[in-house]
């Protein structure tokens, strides 16, 4: 009898073990994140929506890589807590971390953390431009100019001149002729400042390129549709 009552012990123990009877769920804690997952990849310059729950009463702010916190939208109280929720802008390129920081709870502010990476955005769809062609370095005078389309994702480029068409390949930001010549591509994100001192609104590109007798080409291109 000692023997069976042993192994129904046993038998008892691992039955709660395997259906998670042995421990009681943890509650959260008063600030959580819930997206975006740990280490999650993000377009320079894209929209990260970062969301989350928090203790009724308290107040959410939130920041990436240490930049200029956003108040997160909070919805409506159920069961003693709230979501949020808030939008941020994926900073420079690298490893950064987004922190919730509540306020008003008991016990001073308290903090969530997940750690993201930022990426370069892979040369892809159509961007539509316009460039200039001037007589050298400044101070000079505009030669000519034109518009121009880049379809990244087929790899070809045409620029105007008016009546005259140049066409070539693209090396992932850069555009080459079918003469070799390169015309050198710099992708700038959106809160980025271009070569006129804006802070950009949306994604550009910047070109550059010195043609042999000294001339200098200077062109720019956004998202097409």
Not at 70 to 77: M, N
Not at 95 to 107: Q, V
Request: glycine share 14%.
């Amino acid at each position: 009898m000692r023997t069976t009552g042993l192994l129904a012990l046993a038998f008892t123990i691992a039955l709660l073990t395997a259906c998670g009877g042995q421990g009681q769920p943890q509650p959260l804690a008063d600030v959580v994140i819930t997206s975006p997952q740990a280490n999650q990849e993000f377009v320079s310059g894209s929209t990260i929506l970062v969301e989350g729950s928090v203790v009724d009463g308290a107040d959410i702010e939130v920041t990436v890589g240490g930049g200029a916190p956003v108040t997160a939208t909070l919805a409506a109280a159920s069961a003693g807590r709230r979501t949020w929720s808030a939008e941020l802008t994926a900073p420079a390129i690298g490893s950064h971390s987004i922190t919730a920081t509540a306020t008003g709870l008991e016990g001073g502010p308290k903090t969530a953390s997940v750690a993201v990476k930022t990426t370069a955005l892979r040369a892809s769809g159509r961007w539509d431009g316009e460039f200039d062609v001037y007589d050298g370095p400044p101070p000079r005078e505009k030669v000519t100019g034109g518009s121009m389309v880049v379809f990244y994702n087929s790899g070809w480029f045409r620029m105007f001149f008016g009546a005259l068409e140049v066409t070539g390949t693209t090396d992932n930001w850069d555009l080459i002729d079918k003469e070799g010549f390169r015309i050198k591509g710099t992708y700038l994100a959106a809160g980025e400042t271009n070569r006129y001192g804006d802070v950009l609104g949306e994604p550009w590109i910047e070109y550059d390129a010195v043609l042999d007798g000294g001339q200098v080409i200077e062109g720019y291109a956004t998202q097409g549709d």
